[in-house]
T-cell receptor, first 109, second 112 residues
């Protein structure tokens, strides 16, 4: 079965807090890509990060970082020092098939 | 380089009407797909294509037809629109080597 689970439906934080969005996936593929997309209120899908299943190196890019652990099939995404502009729905996506149901992040001033 | 172009951006249909959502990409990508987005459901795959002349069903294909006569275009057809098809539709194309997925701007469809 192919499945992407985002257990957190909604998260609310206060500006400058760190927040981690969880993603757990199931796949029978040996090679795959995982993504995080952001969907602001305007509706478009904004690409954030992509990870190849062969590359478990975790990285930091500005205020974003991600933790990919193939052993636990998890691909978590962290925003450091959150800002009001980070308020959006965040989707974890296993290309080319399955989206998670999304996590709505609200960052309050 | 326009990326993925989806038209129209908004559409209102009456029940039973037919229409085609257009999707075009200029990146020579083989893989293209259509998703629908409904509140609380995330994005669900409708149909996909791995190249010209090849299409397959995704998770929610009922009520939709697709064809892929060229690499560039992947239209989605609603033959007889139903209120349950009220949704936001996204087209995507994928660069096979890098796996990067490009999404169109979305089409907000309302069936009354």
């Amino acid at each position: 079965a192919q499945k992407v689970t985002q257990a957190q439906t909604e998260i609310s934080v206060v500006e400058k807090e760190d927040v981690t969005l969880d993603c757990v996936y199931e796949t029978r593929d040996t090679t795959y890509y995982l993504f995080w997309y952001k969907q602001p209120p305007s509706g478009e899908l904004v690409f954030l990060i992509r990870r190849n299943s062969f590359d478990e190196q975790n990285e930091i890019s500005g205020r974003y970082s991600w933790n990919f652990q193939k052993s636990t099939s998890s691909f978590n995404f962290t925003i450091t020092a959150s800002q009001v502009v980070d308020s959006a729905v965040y989707f974890c996506y296993k290309g080319n098939l399955i989206f998670g149901k999304g996590t709505k992040l609200s960052v309050k001033p | 380089n326009a990326g993925v172009t989806q038209t129209p951006k908004f559409q209102v249909l009456k029940t039973g009407q037919s229409m085609t959502l257009q999707c075009a990409q200029d990146m020579n990508h083989e893989y293209m797909s259509w998703y629908r987005q409904d509140p609380g459901m995330g994005l669900r795959l409708i149909h996909y294509s791995v190249g010209a002349g090849i299409t397959d069903q995704g998770e929610v294909p009922n009520g939709y037809n697709v064809s892929r006569s060229t690499t560039e275009d992947f239209p989605l057809r609603l033959l007889s629109a139903a209120p349950s098809q009220t949704s936001v539709y996204f087209c995507a194309s994928v660069s096979s080597g890098l796996g990067k997925t490009f999404f169109g701007q979305g089409t907000r469809l309302t069936v009354v």
